[in-house]
């Protein structure tokens, strides 16, 4: 019982933080319901599960939400949707890169490949442009060598790992 209660805790404190990002998206003609931010929420459990992930603290959906608030390519009709997509888009390309990309920098190339590479196609997006990013990830192709020298303090002497 004090598990479904602390759950049910975290779920409205993150469907608040949702709805909070509505005075930035609000610009852009975007808001979403409290209905869809508890859905956005409710599939953001399903895929963590999914992808056998975990977040502790603050969900990365208020930071995607006004990553791409301002994408030409949303509008209202499809928003919630979207955001959805987004979503589990995100966390398919964490586990694809290893953790070796920080979210801030997953949330720029997504956008970035999102607006100039897909033209707002969420399949190419996730099929070919982030893929081909994933794949120079896993390859070692500069992310593995600054992720040795940010995140493991090893400057540029890194080679006697």
Known sequence: MQNNYLQ??????????????????????LTLTKEEATALVAARGDILKAERRVEFGDSISPKLIRAFADSSFINQEDYAQTLARLQE?????????????????????????????????????????????????????????????????LGDDFDEL
């Open 89 to 153: 888009i995100f966390f398919l390309y964490k586990n694809e890169s290893m953790d070796m990309v920080s979210d801030e920098e997953l949330l720029t190339i997504m956008k970035n490949a999102y607006e100039n590479e897909s033209g707002g196609d969420l399949e190419y997006l996730e099929g070919t442009a982030l893929e081909d990013f994933a794949r120079k990830v896993r390859a070692g192709e500069n992310w593995a060598d600054r992720y040795k020298r940010e995140k493991l303090n």
């Open 8 to 29: 049910k805790l975290s779920e409205d404190y993150q469907v608040n933080r949702i709805l909070e990002t509505n005075e930035t998206s609000k610009e852009n003609g």
